[in-house]
T-cell receptor, first 111, second 113 residues
């Protein structure tokens, strides 16, 4: 099993829709998680940190479910500019300060 | 504020040649990470440093790859000899501490012919 697993998508949604992605992780001791956004041919950029039960930033909400070992990202009122690949990040089971990036979920917001 | 700076942005070279990628982390960041990204394998951690000391190099694919961090503001990733399968985007990232988020450079797009 991969340490971090994401549905690759693509998720095609109309503008204004609400969309949610899940990400499962293996390290049950993990305390900190991150969501990154990566545009085509660009570097990953930090979207949100998730340190406890969750985090909210405008239209974006991240939640952590420790019992089932997954984190989710909810995007409300989707914009065309939200089209990107969203990467989930979790600490590795095999090293301190070593983080594993998921392969990403691709989102396309359609006009 | 200056972010992570990588050079070159693009590199095209023939197999067998030595390739050197460079990275300047964000000032004050104690951790530096080198990643490789391909369509097939996604983003893979190659090696990371803490206070200029290599901590985990288990992701370095083979002995042809080496990385150094001679001081807090500079790191290199070297491939010698290069092979076509090394073609990928190589990212450098830095973080303030081990549990803080990482900030990425623009990456080096490497093509080995």
């Amino acid at each position: 099993r991969k340490e971090v697993e994401q549905d690759p998508g693509p998720f095609n949604v109309p503008e204004g829709a609400t969309v949610a992605f899940n990400c499962t992780y293996s390290n049950s001791a993990s305390q900190s998680f991150f969501w990154y956004r990566q545009d085509c041919r660009k570097e990953p950029k930090l979207l949100m940190s998730v340190y406890s039960s969750g985090n909210e930033d405008g239209r974006f909400t991240a939640q952590l479910n420790r019992a089932s070992q997954y984190i989710s990202l909810l995007i409300r009122d989707s914009k065309l500019s939200d089209s990107a690949t969203y990467l989930c990040v979790s600490p590795s089971t095999s090293g301190t300060y070593k983080y594993i990036f998921g392969t990403g979920t691709r989102l396309k917001v359609l006009a | 504020d200056a972010g992570v700076i990588q050079s070159p942005r693009h590199e095209v070279t023939e197999m067998g040649q030595e390739v050197t990628l460079r990275c300047k982390p964000i000032s004050g960041h104690d951790y530096l990470f080198w990643y490789r990204q391909t369509m097939m394998r996604g983003l893979e951690l190659l090696i990371y440093f803490n206070n200029n000391v290599p901590i985990d190099d288990s992701g370095m694919p083979e002995d042809r790859f080496s990385a150094k961090m001679p001081n807090a503001s500079f790191s290199t990733l070297k491939i010698q000899p290069s092979e076509p399968r090394d073609s990928a985007v190589y990212f450098c990232a830095s973080s303030l501490s081990g549990y803080q988020p990482q900030h990425f450079g623009d990456g080096t797009r490497l093509s080995i012919l």
